[in-house]
């Protein structure tokens, strides 16, 4: 067998990233929770790979009060584009099983590492855009407060706390990436010398 | 001569002293010292127990934290409520229609949770109306009353509501006997003997959905039937009613109505009642009565007259009902959590009278009878009876349970509750209240599974309990600890109108059952509903004209509204769009002859305002809904009657120059 064929292992833990990538399509990749005062119990705004999910509705009332623009699914196209990528993802996976080269998965994962920048970076932006493009006739405006929600982790706006976070199927995708940054490290490093 | 003048000053100072110290301590220092610590529940803690309690007077249900003794709502069931516009919005109108109209008011003494097996299920609570005899059925998922049945051939619907160990029945007595409505009733009033009728209902209840149906009435002697419980366990099938009045007084009832050394407690064996009704013995008898249900979904009350009952003549038929004597104007009827003791309370007697159900069914086998009353059979007293409470104290009038074979009876008379062994039936404890105690009530106190840790006794007359206000004072309910040998009095809190008889569930058992936080807009069907902004419009029929608006924090719309006359009859369709959790809006117009509208979360309501005056009227959202809830406001233009300014509206922007 020559060294650059994947070990039975690799393929197992290929499948297992396919099937991770599928999964995701149908799971909340991303979660901001916001906490406020007057909402012990939280309010949650959901991103899955196709939609805005959540409490949509009741924090686009809020937000008029500061005159952000409403959030909408089909506003963003994003979430046309999304399922398709990952469904790719899921099948190039299944598909590296059969191709049997281990430099075609360490292509796979700087493909995958791109793509994940890429879309960090997207996100920001959209951060940025729904945080500062206020409407300058709004009820409340606070001279030099913008409402750009955190890329990832914990951040003040107002009265609201809000908190950026991987959601379930976020974290099936940073398992997907570990996976095969796994079968990669492995196949180069334990299988230089035979 | 001085000296001795002193002396015998100091002596009477001292004698009088004496007698000062022997006076029974004061009142306020008899809770027990850690009294604070048990009943106080933290900022943001949790009752142990939701505690449902009679609105009396009020007509309304109040509901408390046990033990805190915090008011947590009012629920509007047979009165008006202009704080939420129970009564007055177009949509709650028909839920107070009754036979004979609409009707503002009623007197609501006793509430009786549902049960499965004979334990609180925390479904629905059942309330009566004492005086338009009728019995309101209120969802515990909603805290709001769901279903207001009105009760034919009946006066007075104070024993009730009282049910089955399954729910099976809500069964209603009647305090007044009175001729049937299928009679005639213009009789004179000395006729008593012989035209005056007591009829008891048995109301089937919808094991699903809860709906209420008055399957068939007793038709019995004119006696005033007071209390009732039912059966459970061993005894379910038959159900018990204390009675006084069995001398069929007609006047001065509190000489003519005390004669009779014995009253009585009848049961009655409700199964061979459904027996003879398959059989068709009973008797479709023409009646005019108001069955009225909430729809959730189209948040409307809708009112039918159903014109028919079923009435089974008790007397005529053998085995139905059967007379246990009572001493002196039996009270309370108290079945005990095995089913098997039935405690009645003479109210004007020295001693408890408990009943045993195992004696009653072997009595009634060897026709143990001592006579008959109006044609019932009449048990022998000491045939039937497990035993005598001796000296409890005076006025007995209550009896609950705490699942450990232990009672507990007020004592009107002589202000105290006490402690007795159901068996043994020796006085256990017994502890003063403030003052004249009602009924009492543990968690779960009738029911086959008591909560035996708490019981709150409600008393009649408050006097200096509270800061005075006045000649008018609140009522008082006090909160005992009943887990030891000793029951300890921990708290005196107030209760609006005059609470009567009062239940208490388990927090969890409510809190979890499903609550309603909003309701989704999506399954709102009322036909004139707004489910967005672009909906809302103004439509003139005539002279009437339907504003169909909406109100989302924190605006109205529309907004500006013109074109409405003087004469008009005008009916705002208000839909709140939140779908938030406590975000509630009100809705108010200035001048108009009814209250405020309260609208939950996706629901619609409606307010008639006829304008009289022309000019400029204001409305605004009156609940606190946001920040800018100053600025939910909007204004209507009346024009005089006969004006041409047409219909318009808007939200936003100024109206066209054109209506100007
Ligand atoms: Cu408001």
Redesign the pocket.
Known sequence: MKTTNLSLVSKVMLLIVGILFIASLFLPLWRIELDAPQYPEGLTLQLHANKIAGDVNIINGLNHYIGMATLHTENFFEFKILPYIFGAFGLIAFALIFINRRKAVLVFLITFVLFIALSAVDFYRWNYEYGHNLDPNAAIIVPGMAYQPPLLGFKQLLNFGAYSIPDVGGWLLTGAGLLLATIVWVEYKYKKTT | MKNRFLKATFAIVLIGAYFVSCKPKNTSDVAVGDAAQRVYVAPGKYDEFYNFVSGGFSGQMSIYGLPSGRMLKVIPIFSQDPESGWGYSEETKPMLNTSEGYIPWDDQHHLELSQTNGEVDGRWIFANANNTPRIARVDLKRFKTAEILELPNSAGNHSSPFITENTEYVVAGTRFGVPGDYEDGDVPINTYKKNFKAHISFIKVDKESGEMDLSFQLRLPGVNFDLSHAGKGKSHGWFFFTCYNSELANTLLEVNASQNDKDFIMAVNWKKAEEYIKAGKGKIEKARYAHNTWDDETHTGKSVIKEEVLVLDATALKDIVYLMPCPKSPHGCDVDPTGEYIVGSGKLAALIPVFSYTKMLAAIDKKDFEGDYEGIPVLKYNSVLHGEVQKPGLGPLHTEFDGKGNAYSTMFVSSEVVKWDIKTLKVLDRHPTYYSPGHLSIPGGDSKKPFGKYMVVYNKITKDRYLPTGPELTQSAQLFDISGDKMQLLLDYPTIGEPHYAQSAPADLIRNNGQLKIYDIKKNNHPRVSKGEKDTKVVREGNKVHVYMT?I??HFAPDNIEGIKVGDEVYFHVTNLEQDWDVP??FSIRRANAAELLIMPGETSTLYWKPTKVGIVPFY?T?F??AL?QE?SGYLRVSPAGSNVPISYSLGTNLPASSK
Do not use: F, L, Q
């Open positions: 109100m924090r924190s809006h009100g959202c609940d809904c946001s809830h939910m």
